[in-house]
């Protein structure tokens, strides 16, 4: 399966990147007088990406399992090597699943594919981080139902 993309340099050190679906993010590392950075640089995104796609597995195994997931927030915290090229040498990926009466080992298990089988972005990752994963279960409220 073939992906496209485009990044076009805007100013400084500040790029737009658009995706062969017609997506687009403004990313690099410019920064205003005070210091905030006007966008995320690459590496930030790609670090998003892989939550959002270790994040998209967890959703799908559990939602196919028949679990009331409700809600996945992942939270990812990196290391990049002290020397160019500076790429990620770890990553611990948290993860708050909540919903009604998750089966713990469901949720585990989800977890444990998206790292072993269906997530790319964690795969090619892994090639230079040492991932680890953790994981929290949110128990939500069921919806009152008005009568």
Not at 75 to 104: C, M, N, Q, W, Y
Request: glycine share 6%; hydrophobic share 45%; with cysteine.
């Amino acid at each position: 399966m073939a992906m496209k993309a485009r990044v076009r340099w805007i100013e400084k050190r500040l790029f737009m990147g658009e995706s062969g679906t017609g997506h687009t993010v403004v990313l690099g590392t410019t920064a205003t007088a005070d210091g905030h950075r006007l966008a995320p640089s690459a590496l930030e995104l790609m670090l998003i990406g892989a939550g959002g796609c270790t994040a998209w597995d967890v959703v799908d195994i559990l939602e196919k399992g028949r679990q009331a997931v409700e809600d996945c927030v992942v939270d990812l915290d990196a290391e990049r090597a002290e020397t160019e090229p500076k790429v990620f040498t770890r990553i611990h990926i948290h993860f708050t699943v909540s919903g009604r009466s998750l089966d713990r080992s469901k949720v585990e298990r989800a977890i444990q594919l998206s790292a072993d089988k269906y997530c790319s972005a964690t795969a090619m990752l892994a090639k230079t981080a040492a991932i680890t994963h953790d994981f929290e279960i949110v128990e939500t409220e069921p919806v009152a139902v008005a009568s």
